[in-house]
């Protein structure tokens, strides 16, 4: 056993760190936020240059990390500083898949993808699908040498900004069968794809996405027909640890400036801090950090394990953060008081962040039943 | 002890739907189901429809022009005014300021603001909190020095609650330095178009801006808007709380929302069928409408009790706590349920916004109200200052 960090990702958390202390203070932010992308441009291709999205990516699809370990050093940086840039959707989730699936031209994209010279979209959710990974009711018809999509997907994040969407639609099999679901690389201009788009409570833009009968080549498919429903799964098992080292990172900044706050604002003439009733939950809070940060460890660590132990620790990670994020958030902001719900205070897009993480690849509850599945599998 | 409604009861229940039917304009219910914000003409249009029945002060003793009903005739018309998405009635005049004048102002200041509270005339807001002065109100620092006829005014409060809308404002001021904080504080009365009075908008973490800064610069009241004896505002201060708090136990908005969280998760699909019908997400749901039963009927016992002629003391802050407990477990459920589509920022639901949101589910804004409705544990009293209250008076110290 060993809990350190290797000198390559103790490295690039020290300059991820500094650079978004430096870069991306809450009036920064806040000015993403209200801006019409929803993204800063500049931000990404300096985090693309200091080697962000490279860390993403294995060695053989040409980046130098891709494991457990390299999403957590990541993604708790940037839930540290509540990035909202679409570092999980280009890279993690549609970026992923490319590199997992891709034939040859396919994977041409991810050096690209490394630049930061493209932005992806994975459109997998639909309307009535809420967590389910394989429920996917939009088809794909094979027409000769061309496939035909059609269909509606929910809330795809990056979704405007993206040159290309990963679109997951059914060949074949009922609508919640793992077999029958395919992927295909759309290019955003292709014909019949209509973006709708809307900016999201804790920072980001999605939209709802429509294919009417979107006609691409066969030669679009990203890996076999009909037999993607376990890469999405394990993309998604990647996805759910950058999550959960995302929010863990938030959750160390809302602890901090609770910490801080309780130890500065005096009312009845004594830091407030020093009051019993704030000190024991401050020190609930701190006892609740270390079970999270514990079980974004098992999340990663088991990244790479078989599906069933995999996918078992990526649950309890996820069901875990759902609940502490829930405390960490709502007794940061009751500690503060009013202040912490006024936009221009940090914490105030830090606890959104937290709190939406639950609504991203299965909440508290969905895990809980997937935990059970698999502990019982 | 006899839970059933008299028939006397019933007839009011009747009356109460027969009005709500007629009376509640559509777009207004709409908004309310929406989740949308109001704007100051949709609150004003709803208070004058009250005003005319004679229900818009249903605390108000009837000498002053209210509708005096009893504890289960106000549980009635909660109930069914929640059923019915009626808005809430703005409660800074008609349930805050209003109990503090019959009780301590004088004949004339009565006979002159109470008229006006009713027929919307003016629109209070409530200058209490200042950034150094939260839940120790007591030492809040806006000062007000007599010269001749007049206060002058300075300082800063915040928190204000729907000030950009407000003409009056009722203040706590400090009148006396060099005693203790709580016998040097006096109740004003400030008209908001004042030279010197600044207001500012706070945009909370929703995106709204509900809440303000209230900045005084060399303000000049006249001393008839003094309430009461000079030094003596926080005893009606806290008389004033005291009324905040009855009806922050909000069972009716409880009541709504519950509504609101089973219809979402019936139209909201898990795993092929209704969210409701998945037994994880229906506990949750039971055990709060569990929660919510009893504190119904905890609500109406205090309540009772109180009209009967005593005061409602450490039970007002119970159901506070326990109050904003069950709302925020209810937000919270509604987040939930919503799944996926919590995710967008609704700014329809924000004053003077157009842009149309995906919302299959109906939902509304339900991520928004579970972070806005943070504010119910925090003001009012914050609900450790609640729990102070309680541990003080029943045990002492």
Known sequence: MNFELTEERQMLQDSLRRFLRDRYDTATRNKILESDSGLSEAIWSELAELGVIGALFTEEQGGFGGKGFDITTVFEELGRAGVVEPFMETAVLAGGLIADLGNEEQQGHVEEIISGALQLAFAHGEPTSRYDLFRVSTTATVKSDA??????????????????????????????????????????????????????????????????????????????????????????????????????????TATRLTKDYLGTRKQFGRPIGTFQALAHRMSDMLIEMEQARSAVINAAGNLESDRKVREKHVSAAKNLMGRTGRLIAEDSIQMHGGIAMTQE????????????????????????ERFIAFSAA | ??????????????????????????????????????????????????????????????????????????????????????????????????????????????????????????????????????????????????????????????????GQHANMIFCLVRTDKDVKQQEGISFLLIDMDTPGVEVRPIILLDGGAEVNEVWFTDVKVPVENLVGEENKGWTYAKYLLTHERTNIAGVGFSQAGLTAVKRI??????????????????????????????MSTTNLRIVSKAAAGTAPGVESSMLKVKGTIIRQEINDLARRAAGVYAMPFASEAIEGSNEALPDPLAAGPVAAQYFNNRKLSIFGGSNEIQRGIIAKVTMGG
């Open chain 2, 265 to 294: 998760a019936k139209a909201e699909m898990a795993g092929g069928k209704p969210l409701i019908e998945n037994p994880h997400f229906a506990a949750r749901v039971a055990q709060v409408e569990i929660d919510l039963m009893a």
């Open chain 1, 147 to 252: 496939v035909v999509l059609s269909g509606r997907k929910a809330v795809v994040l990056n979704a405007e900004a993206a040159d290309m969407l990963v679109v997951s639609a059914r060949e074949s099999g009922d609508v919640a069968d793992e077999d029958g679901i395919s992927l295909f690389l759309v290019p955003k201009d292709a014909k019949g794809l209509t973006v709708q788009g809307y900016a999201l409570l804790a920072g980001g833009r999605a939209a709802e996405v429509t294919l009417d009968d979107v006609t691409l080549p066969a030669s679009a498919r990203l890996g076999a027909a009909g037999k993607a429903a376990h890469a999405i799964e394990a993309r998604i098992a990647a996805a759910n640890v950058a999550q959960v080292s995302e929010t863990l990172g938030a959750m160390e």
């Open chain 2, 1 to 162: 002890m006899d839970l059933s409604y008299t028939d006397e009861e019933k007839a009011f229940r009747e009356e109460v739907r027969t009005f709500l039917a007629e009376k509640l304009p559509e777009d207004l219910s709409a908004k309310i189901k929406g989740g949308k914000e109001l704007v100051k003409s949709d609150v004003e249009r709803w208070h004058a429809i009250l005003n005319e029945q004679g229900w818009l002060a249903p605390n108000w003793p009837k000498k002053f022009g209210g509708a005096e009903w009893n504890a289960v005739q106000k549980h009635i018309f909660e109930e069914e005014a929640a059923a019915h998405h009626a808005p809430r009635i703005v409660p800074f005049g008609l349930g805050m300021l209003a109990p503090v004048l019959q009780k301590f102002g004088s004949k004339e200041q009565q006979d002159y603001w109470l008229p006006r509270i009713l027929s919307g005339e003016d629109w209070w807001c409530q200058g209490y909190s200042e950034p150094g002065a939260g839940s120790d109100l007591a030492s809040l620092k806006t000062s007000a020095v007599r010269e001749g006829d007049h206060y002058i005014v300075n300082g800063q409060k915040t928190w204000t609650t729907l």
């Open chain 1, 345 to 368: 205070y940090e914490l105030a897009h830090i606890a959104k962040r937290i709190v939406m993480a639950d609504h991203r690849f299965g909440d508290t509850d969905h895990h809980l």
